[in-house]
């Protein structure tokens, strides 16, 4: 594909992008200002192409892959079944999900070490966990269903292949609980990096990153809750691309729960997460099951050190929230 230049792109008409963000102006020539919110040209073949691969993996792919495929066939394009099928998902699952599994395998590297990401020294700073653990089987009720999940072990290959050879910090994030209070509202406290993945590979037992966190206090004592075991669980956020079956079976009142493996996921963002709400499962069904209900008996247990210290590092975060809203 001839690579065009920022100049060459920006004289592109409007109607040579598959999406256009809302909340841009239109200049004299008629063109959406500011540029940026024009995403995938498909003014030629070569850039449908490039579009029918890059849309699975962004936000905006969802909204654009109807234009994309109309181009597609307006130049005669052979669209394989596979993004064909990656089309009809990217309608039928939400545009991100999260997941939290129970912590296991944290190590803080020890010795020298030094960031193969950004090529600073990390020494004292650098975490491995698995942020994903495959062929685990978890029960999930959400807005798609009721219904068991897996992910196989080939399902981020992409979005790892994207990252690697993605400049640096490169489209991964890693932030505490998602940027989340313990109860569910954002937190512009939390919503500060925590660092950025110096490494991300999967191995026979899931996605394990290795995470090089900043040097802020907050960041700081993120990094030593999780050595420390103060944190139970590791989570992330990313876009479903595809799935087997591609949507969730309807069932009967007393069927037995239909089975979906993810077979290409997007990774968003990942880190530690306070406690996950399934515990003995290893897995949570969606951020909004990070909260406990207290009324809830199942819920109901003796707090620990660990819940302690956990829960008053949200309460934190949530009291400097609130003192910093109106700033």
């Excluded at 020539?29 to 498909?42: C, M, Q, V, Y």
């Excluded at 068991?148 to 994030?173: C, K, M, T, Y």
């Amino acid at each position: 594909m001839a690579q065009l230049s920022s100049a060459e792109l920006n004289n592109l008409p409007d109607s040579a992008f598959a999406y256009i963000e809302p909340g841009g102006t239109k200049d004299g020539e008629g063109k959406t200002a500011p540029r940026s919110l024009r995403h995938f040209a498909i003014h030629d073949e070569a850039h449908v192409r490039n579009a029918l691969s890059r849309a699975p993996q962004s936000p905006f792919g969802k909204k654009a892959m109807p234009k994309i495929l109309a181009a597609a066939k307006r130049f005669k394009i052979q669209v394989q079944a596979d993004d064909a099928q990656r089309s009809d998902e990217l309608q039928a699952w939400p545009e991100f999900i999260t997941r939290s599994y129970s912590l296991a395998d944290v190590e803080l590297q020890s010795g020298k070490v030094t960031c193969e990401r950004c090529g600073k020294d990390a020494t004292g700073h650098m975490v491995d966990a698995y942020v994903v653990v495959f062929g685990q089987q978890a029960e999930i009720h959400d807005e798609l269903g009721h219904y068991r999940e897996d992910i196989h072990r080939n399902a981020f290959n992409l979005a790892i292949s994207r990252w690697q050879g993605s400049p640096p910090p490169g489209p991964v994030s890693v932030f505490y609980n998602h940027g989340m209070t313990l109860y569910g509202t954002p937190s512009e406290m939390g919503s500060q990096t925590l660092g950025h993945p110096a490494a991300i590979r999967a191995d026979s037992k899931g996605v394990l990153t290795s995470t090089h966190y900043g040097r802020t206090p907050f960041a700081e004592g993120v990094k030593q809750d999780l050595v420390d075991g103060n944190l139970g669980g590791h989570s992330f956020t990313g876009r479903i691309v595809r799935s087997d079956p591609p949507k969730v079976p309807r069932i009967r009142r007393g069927d037995e729960l239909p089975r979906v493996t993810r077979l290409e996921m997007g990774l968003k963002e990942y880190g530690p997460t306070p406690m996950p709400a399934y515990a003995n499962t290893g897995v949570v069904a969606s951020r909004a099951d990070l909260q406990v209900d207290e009324g809830d008996q199942p819920a109901r247990r003796a707090l620990t050190q660990a819940d302690i210290a956990r829960r008053a590092r949200m309460a934190q975060m949530t009291r400097w929230d609130l003192a910093h809203r109106d700033e």
